[in-house]
């Protein structure tokens, strides 16, 4: 499809364990943004992509939480020693740039950590 | 502290009659406001968006209101269709900052035939 795509669509694992969390943007978006939804909450910032490099990571809660975009296009944010707080639903999405208001969402990753 | 304020978790309407969601900001720096409606497993997808510089923005059914000068907006629905049921979140940014967005808890609206 032409969306944005997220793998896996849910993810169960043990505290302690490391995830990986992947999007796959709109062709041609420069722009990847990722956000956590807990639940009853608003969508929370966590690092926002313009190209390869991170422009804006400080919506990370801490050093287990990383993200990663080499070529440009496709992400990969990672969980290093899961905590049960960090269960939620984890949200993609992409802009064609900077400037573009419009952020076009993913159906997100929901992760479950028992 | 919630910077965007979205205080009815849910609202009711009837078919055909207005649908009107409130949101309050208190950061005087955001300069760009949106609207995204979620369905449950969906992500949010977008709605409307107003720059402060303007007041008022209508895409067909779909219009969003500022009042800058109290930190206000709302997204009004004319007519309420069934189809309308979700959860709608306010978010703001400020312009310059990457569009960070900074969003609202959600309304839950449920339009009933």
């Known amino acids: 499809g032409a969306g944005v795509s997220q793998t896996p669509s849910n993810k169960v694992t043990e505290k302690g364990k490391y995830v990986e969390l992947r999007c796959d943007p709109i062709?041609?978006?420069?722009?990847l943004y990722w956000y956590r939804q807990s639940l009853g909450q608003g969508p929370e910032f966590l690092i926002y992509?313009?190209?390869?490099?991170?422009?804006?990571d400080s919506g990370l809660p801490n050093d287990r939480f990383f993200a990663v975009r080499p070529e440009g296009s496709v992400s990969t944010l990672k969980i290093q020693r899961t905590e049960r707080g960090d269960s939620a639903v984890y949200l993609c999405?992409?802009?064609?740039?900077?400037?573009?208001?419009?952020?076009?969402f993913g159906e997100g990753s929901r992760l479950t950590v028992l | 502290d919630q910077q965007v304020k979205q205080n009815s978790p849910s609202l009711s309407v009837q078919e055909g009659r207005i649908s009107i969601l409130n949101c309050d900001y208190t950061n005087s720096m955001f300069d760009y406001f949106l609207w995204y409606k979620k369905y449950p497993a969906e992500g949010p997808t977008f709605l409307i968006s107003i720059s402060s510089i303007k007041d008022k923005n209508e895409d067909g059914r779909f219009t969003v209101f500022l009042n800058k000068s109290a930190k206000h907006l709302s997204l009004h629905i004319v007519p309420s269709q069934p189809g309308d049921s979700a959860v709608y979140f306010c978010?703001?940014?400020?312009?310059?900052?990457?569009?960070?967005?900074?969003w609202g808890l959600g309304t839950s609206l449920a339009v009933n035939p």
């Open positions: 978010a703001a940014c400020d312009a310059g900052n990457n569009r960070k967005l900074i």
């Open positions: 992509f313009q190209g390869t490099g991170a422009a804006d």
């Open positions: 062709s041609g978006h420069t722009a």
């Open positions: 999405a992409s802009s064609l740039s900077r400037g573009s208001g419009e952020l076009f």
